[in-house]
T-cell receptor
Framework: GAGVSQSPSNKVTEKGKDVELRCDPISGHTALYWYRQSLGQGLEFLIYFQGNSAPDKSGLPSDRFSAERTGGSVSTLTIQRTQQEDSAVYLC????????????????FGAGTRLSVL | RKEVEQDPGPFNVPEGATVAFNCTYSNSASQSFFWYRQDCRKEPKLLMSVYSSGNEDGRFTAQLNRASQYISLLIRDSKLSDSATYLCVVNDYKLSFGAGTTVTVRA
């Protein structure tokens, strides 16, 4: 089926505004992840959802960041009161299940949302 | 210490050459490792999983040394299309990425 789908592909916003980024994982994948890649930086983990378990929010950089996953499928990452340092590519990934061994734990990435905060 | 440290390169090699590079990881309990490839302004894409015994996929060979906690990738007979950034990844349910090794294959 289709891969991981993210929208919008690009988002330009003004400092202080809220933004919502959407991720639609691969059908049947129980695990969903958000990562961020800032210009010239490596990818950093933000948050992880697995089934109905409480999400692992350990990577969220501040309380302005939140995410939810409705019905075990689509996820929304929300950034409130955006700052210029939030400018980055936000990548979503999904896997059949977390941990364990390949191929089930292989994470597939969406094309990302490029966020620019002016 | 970073969770995954990777030789940043860049490696600039002619077509047909062999290029190899490594990464090291800090968590001795980590069990699952991958190499991803990332093209400019694109998302990371899985290149290959890395297994303890070492594994090969066409022109690509990956090795894992658990005792020394390092992972290597070797590319034989380099093609222009191999030009990319190669990401060393440790999967402890969440992925920890190296900063990437840039490889440029020139004609």
């Amino acid at each position: 089926g289709a891969g991981v789908s993210q929208s919008p592909s690009n988002k330009v916003t003004e400092k202080g505004k809220d933004v919502e980024l959407r991720c639609d994982p691969i059908s049947g994948h129980t695990a969903l992840y958000w990562y961020r890649q800032s210009l010239g930086q490596g990818l950093e983990f933000l948050i992880y959802f697995q089934g109905n378990s409480a999400p692992d929010k350990s990577g969220l950089p501040s309380d302005r960041f939140s995410a939810e996953r409705t019905g075990g499928s689509v996820s929304t990452l929300t950034i409130q009161r955006t700052q210029q340092e939030d400018s980055a590519v936000y990548l979503c990934a999904s896997s059949l299940r977390p941990g364990g061994a390949p191929p089930a734990n292989i994470q597939y990435f969406g094309a990302g949302t490029r966020l620019s905060v002016l | 210490r970073k969770e995954v440290e990777q030789d940043p390169g860049p490696f600039n090699v002619p077509e047909g050459a062999t290029v190899a590079f490594n990464c090291t990881y800090s968590n001795s309990a980590s069990q699952s490792f991958f190499w991803y490839r990332q093209d400019c302004r694109k998302e990371p894409k899985l290149l290959m999983s890395v297994y303890s015994s070492g594994n090969e996929d066409g022109r690509f060979t990956a090795q894992l040394n658990r005792a020394s906690q390092y992972i290597s990738l070797l590319i034989r007979d380099s093609k222009l299309s191999d030009s990319a950034t190669y990401l060393c990844v440790v999967n402890d349910y969440k992925l920890s990425f190296g900063a990437g090794t840039t490889v440029t294959v020139r004609a």
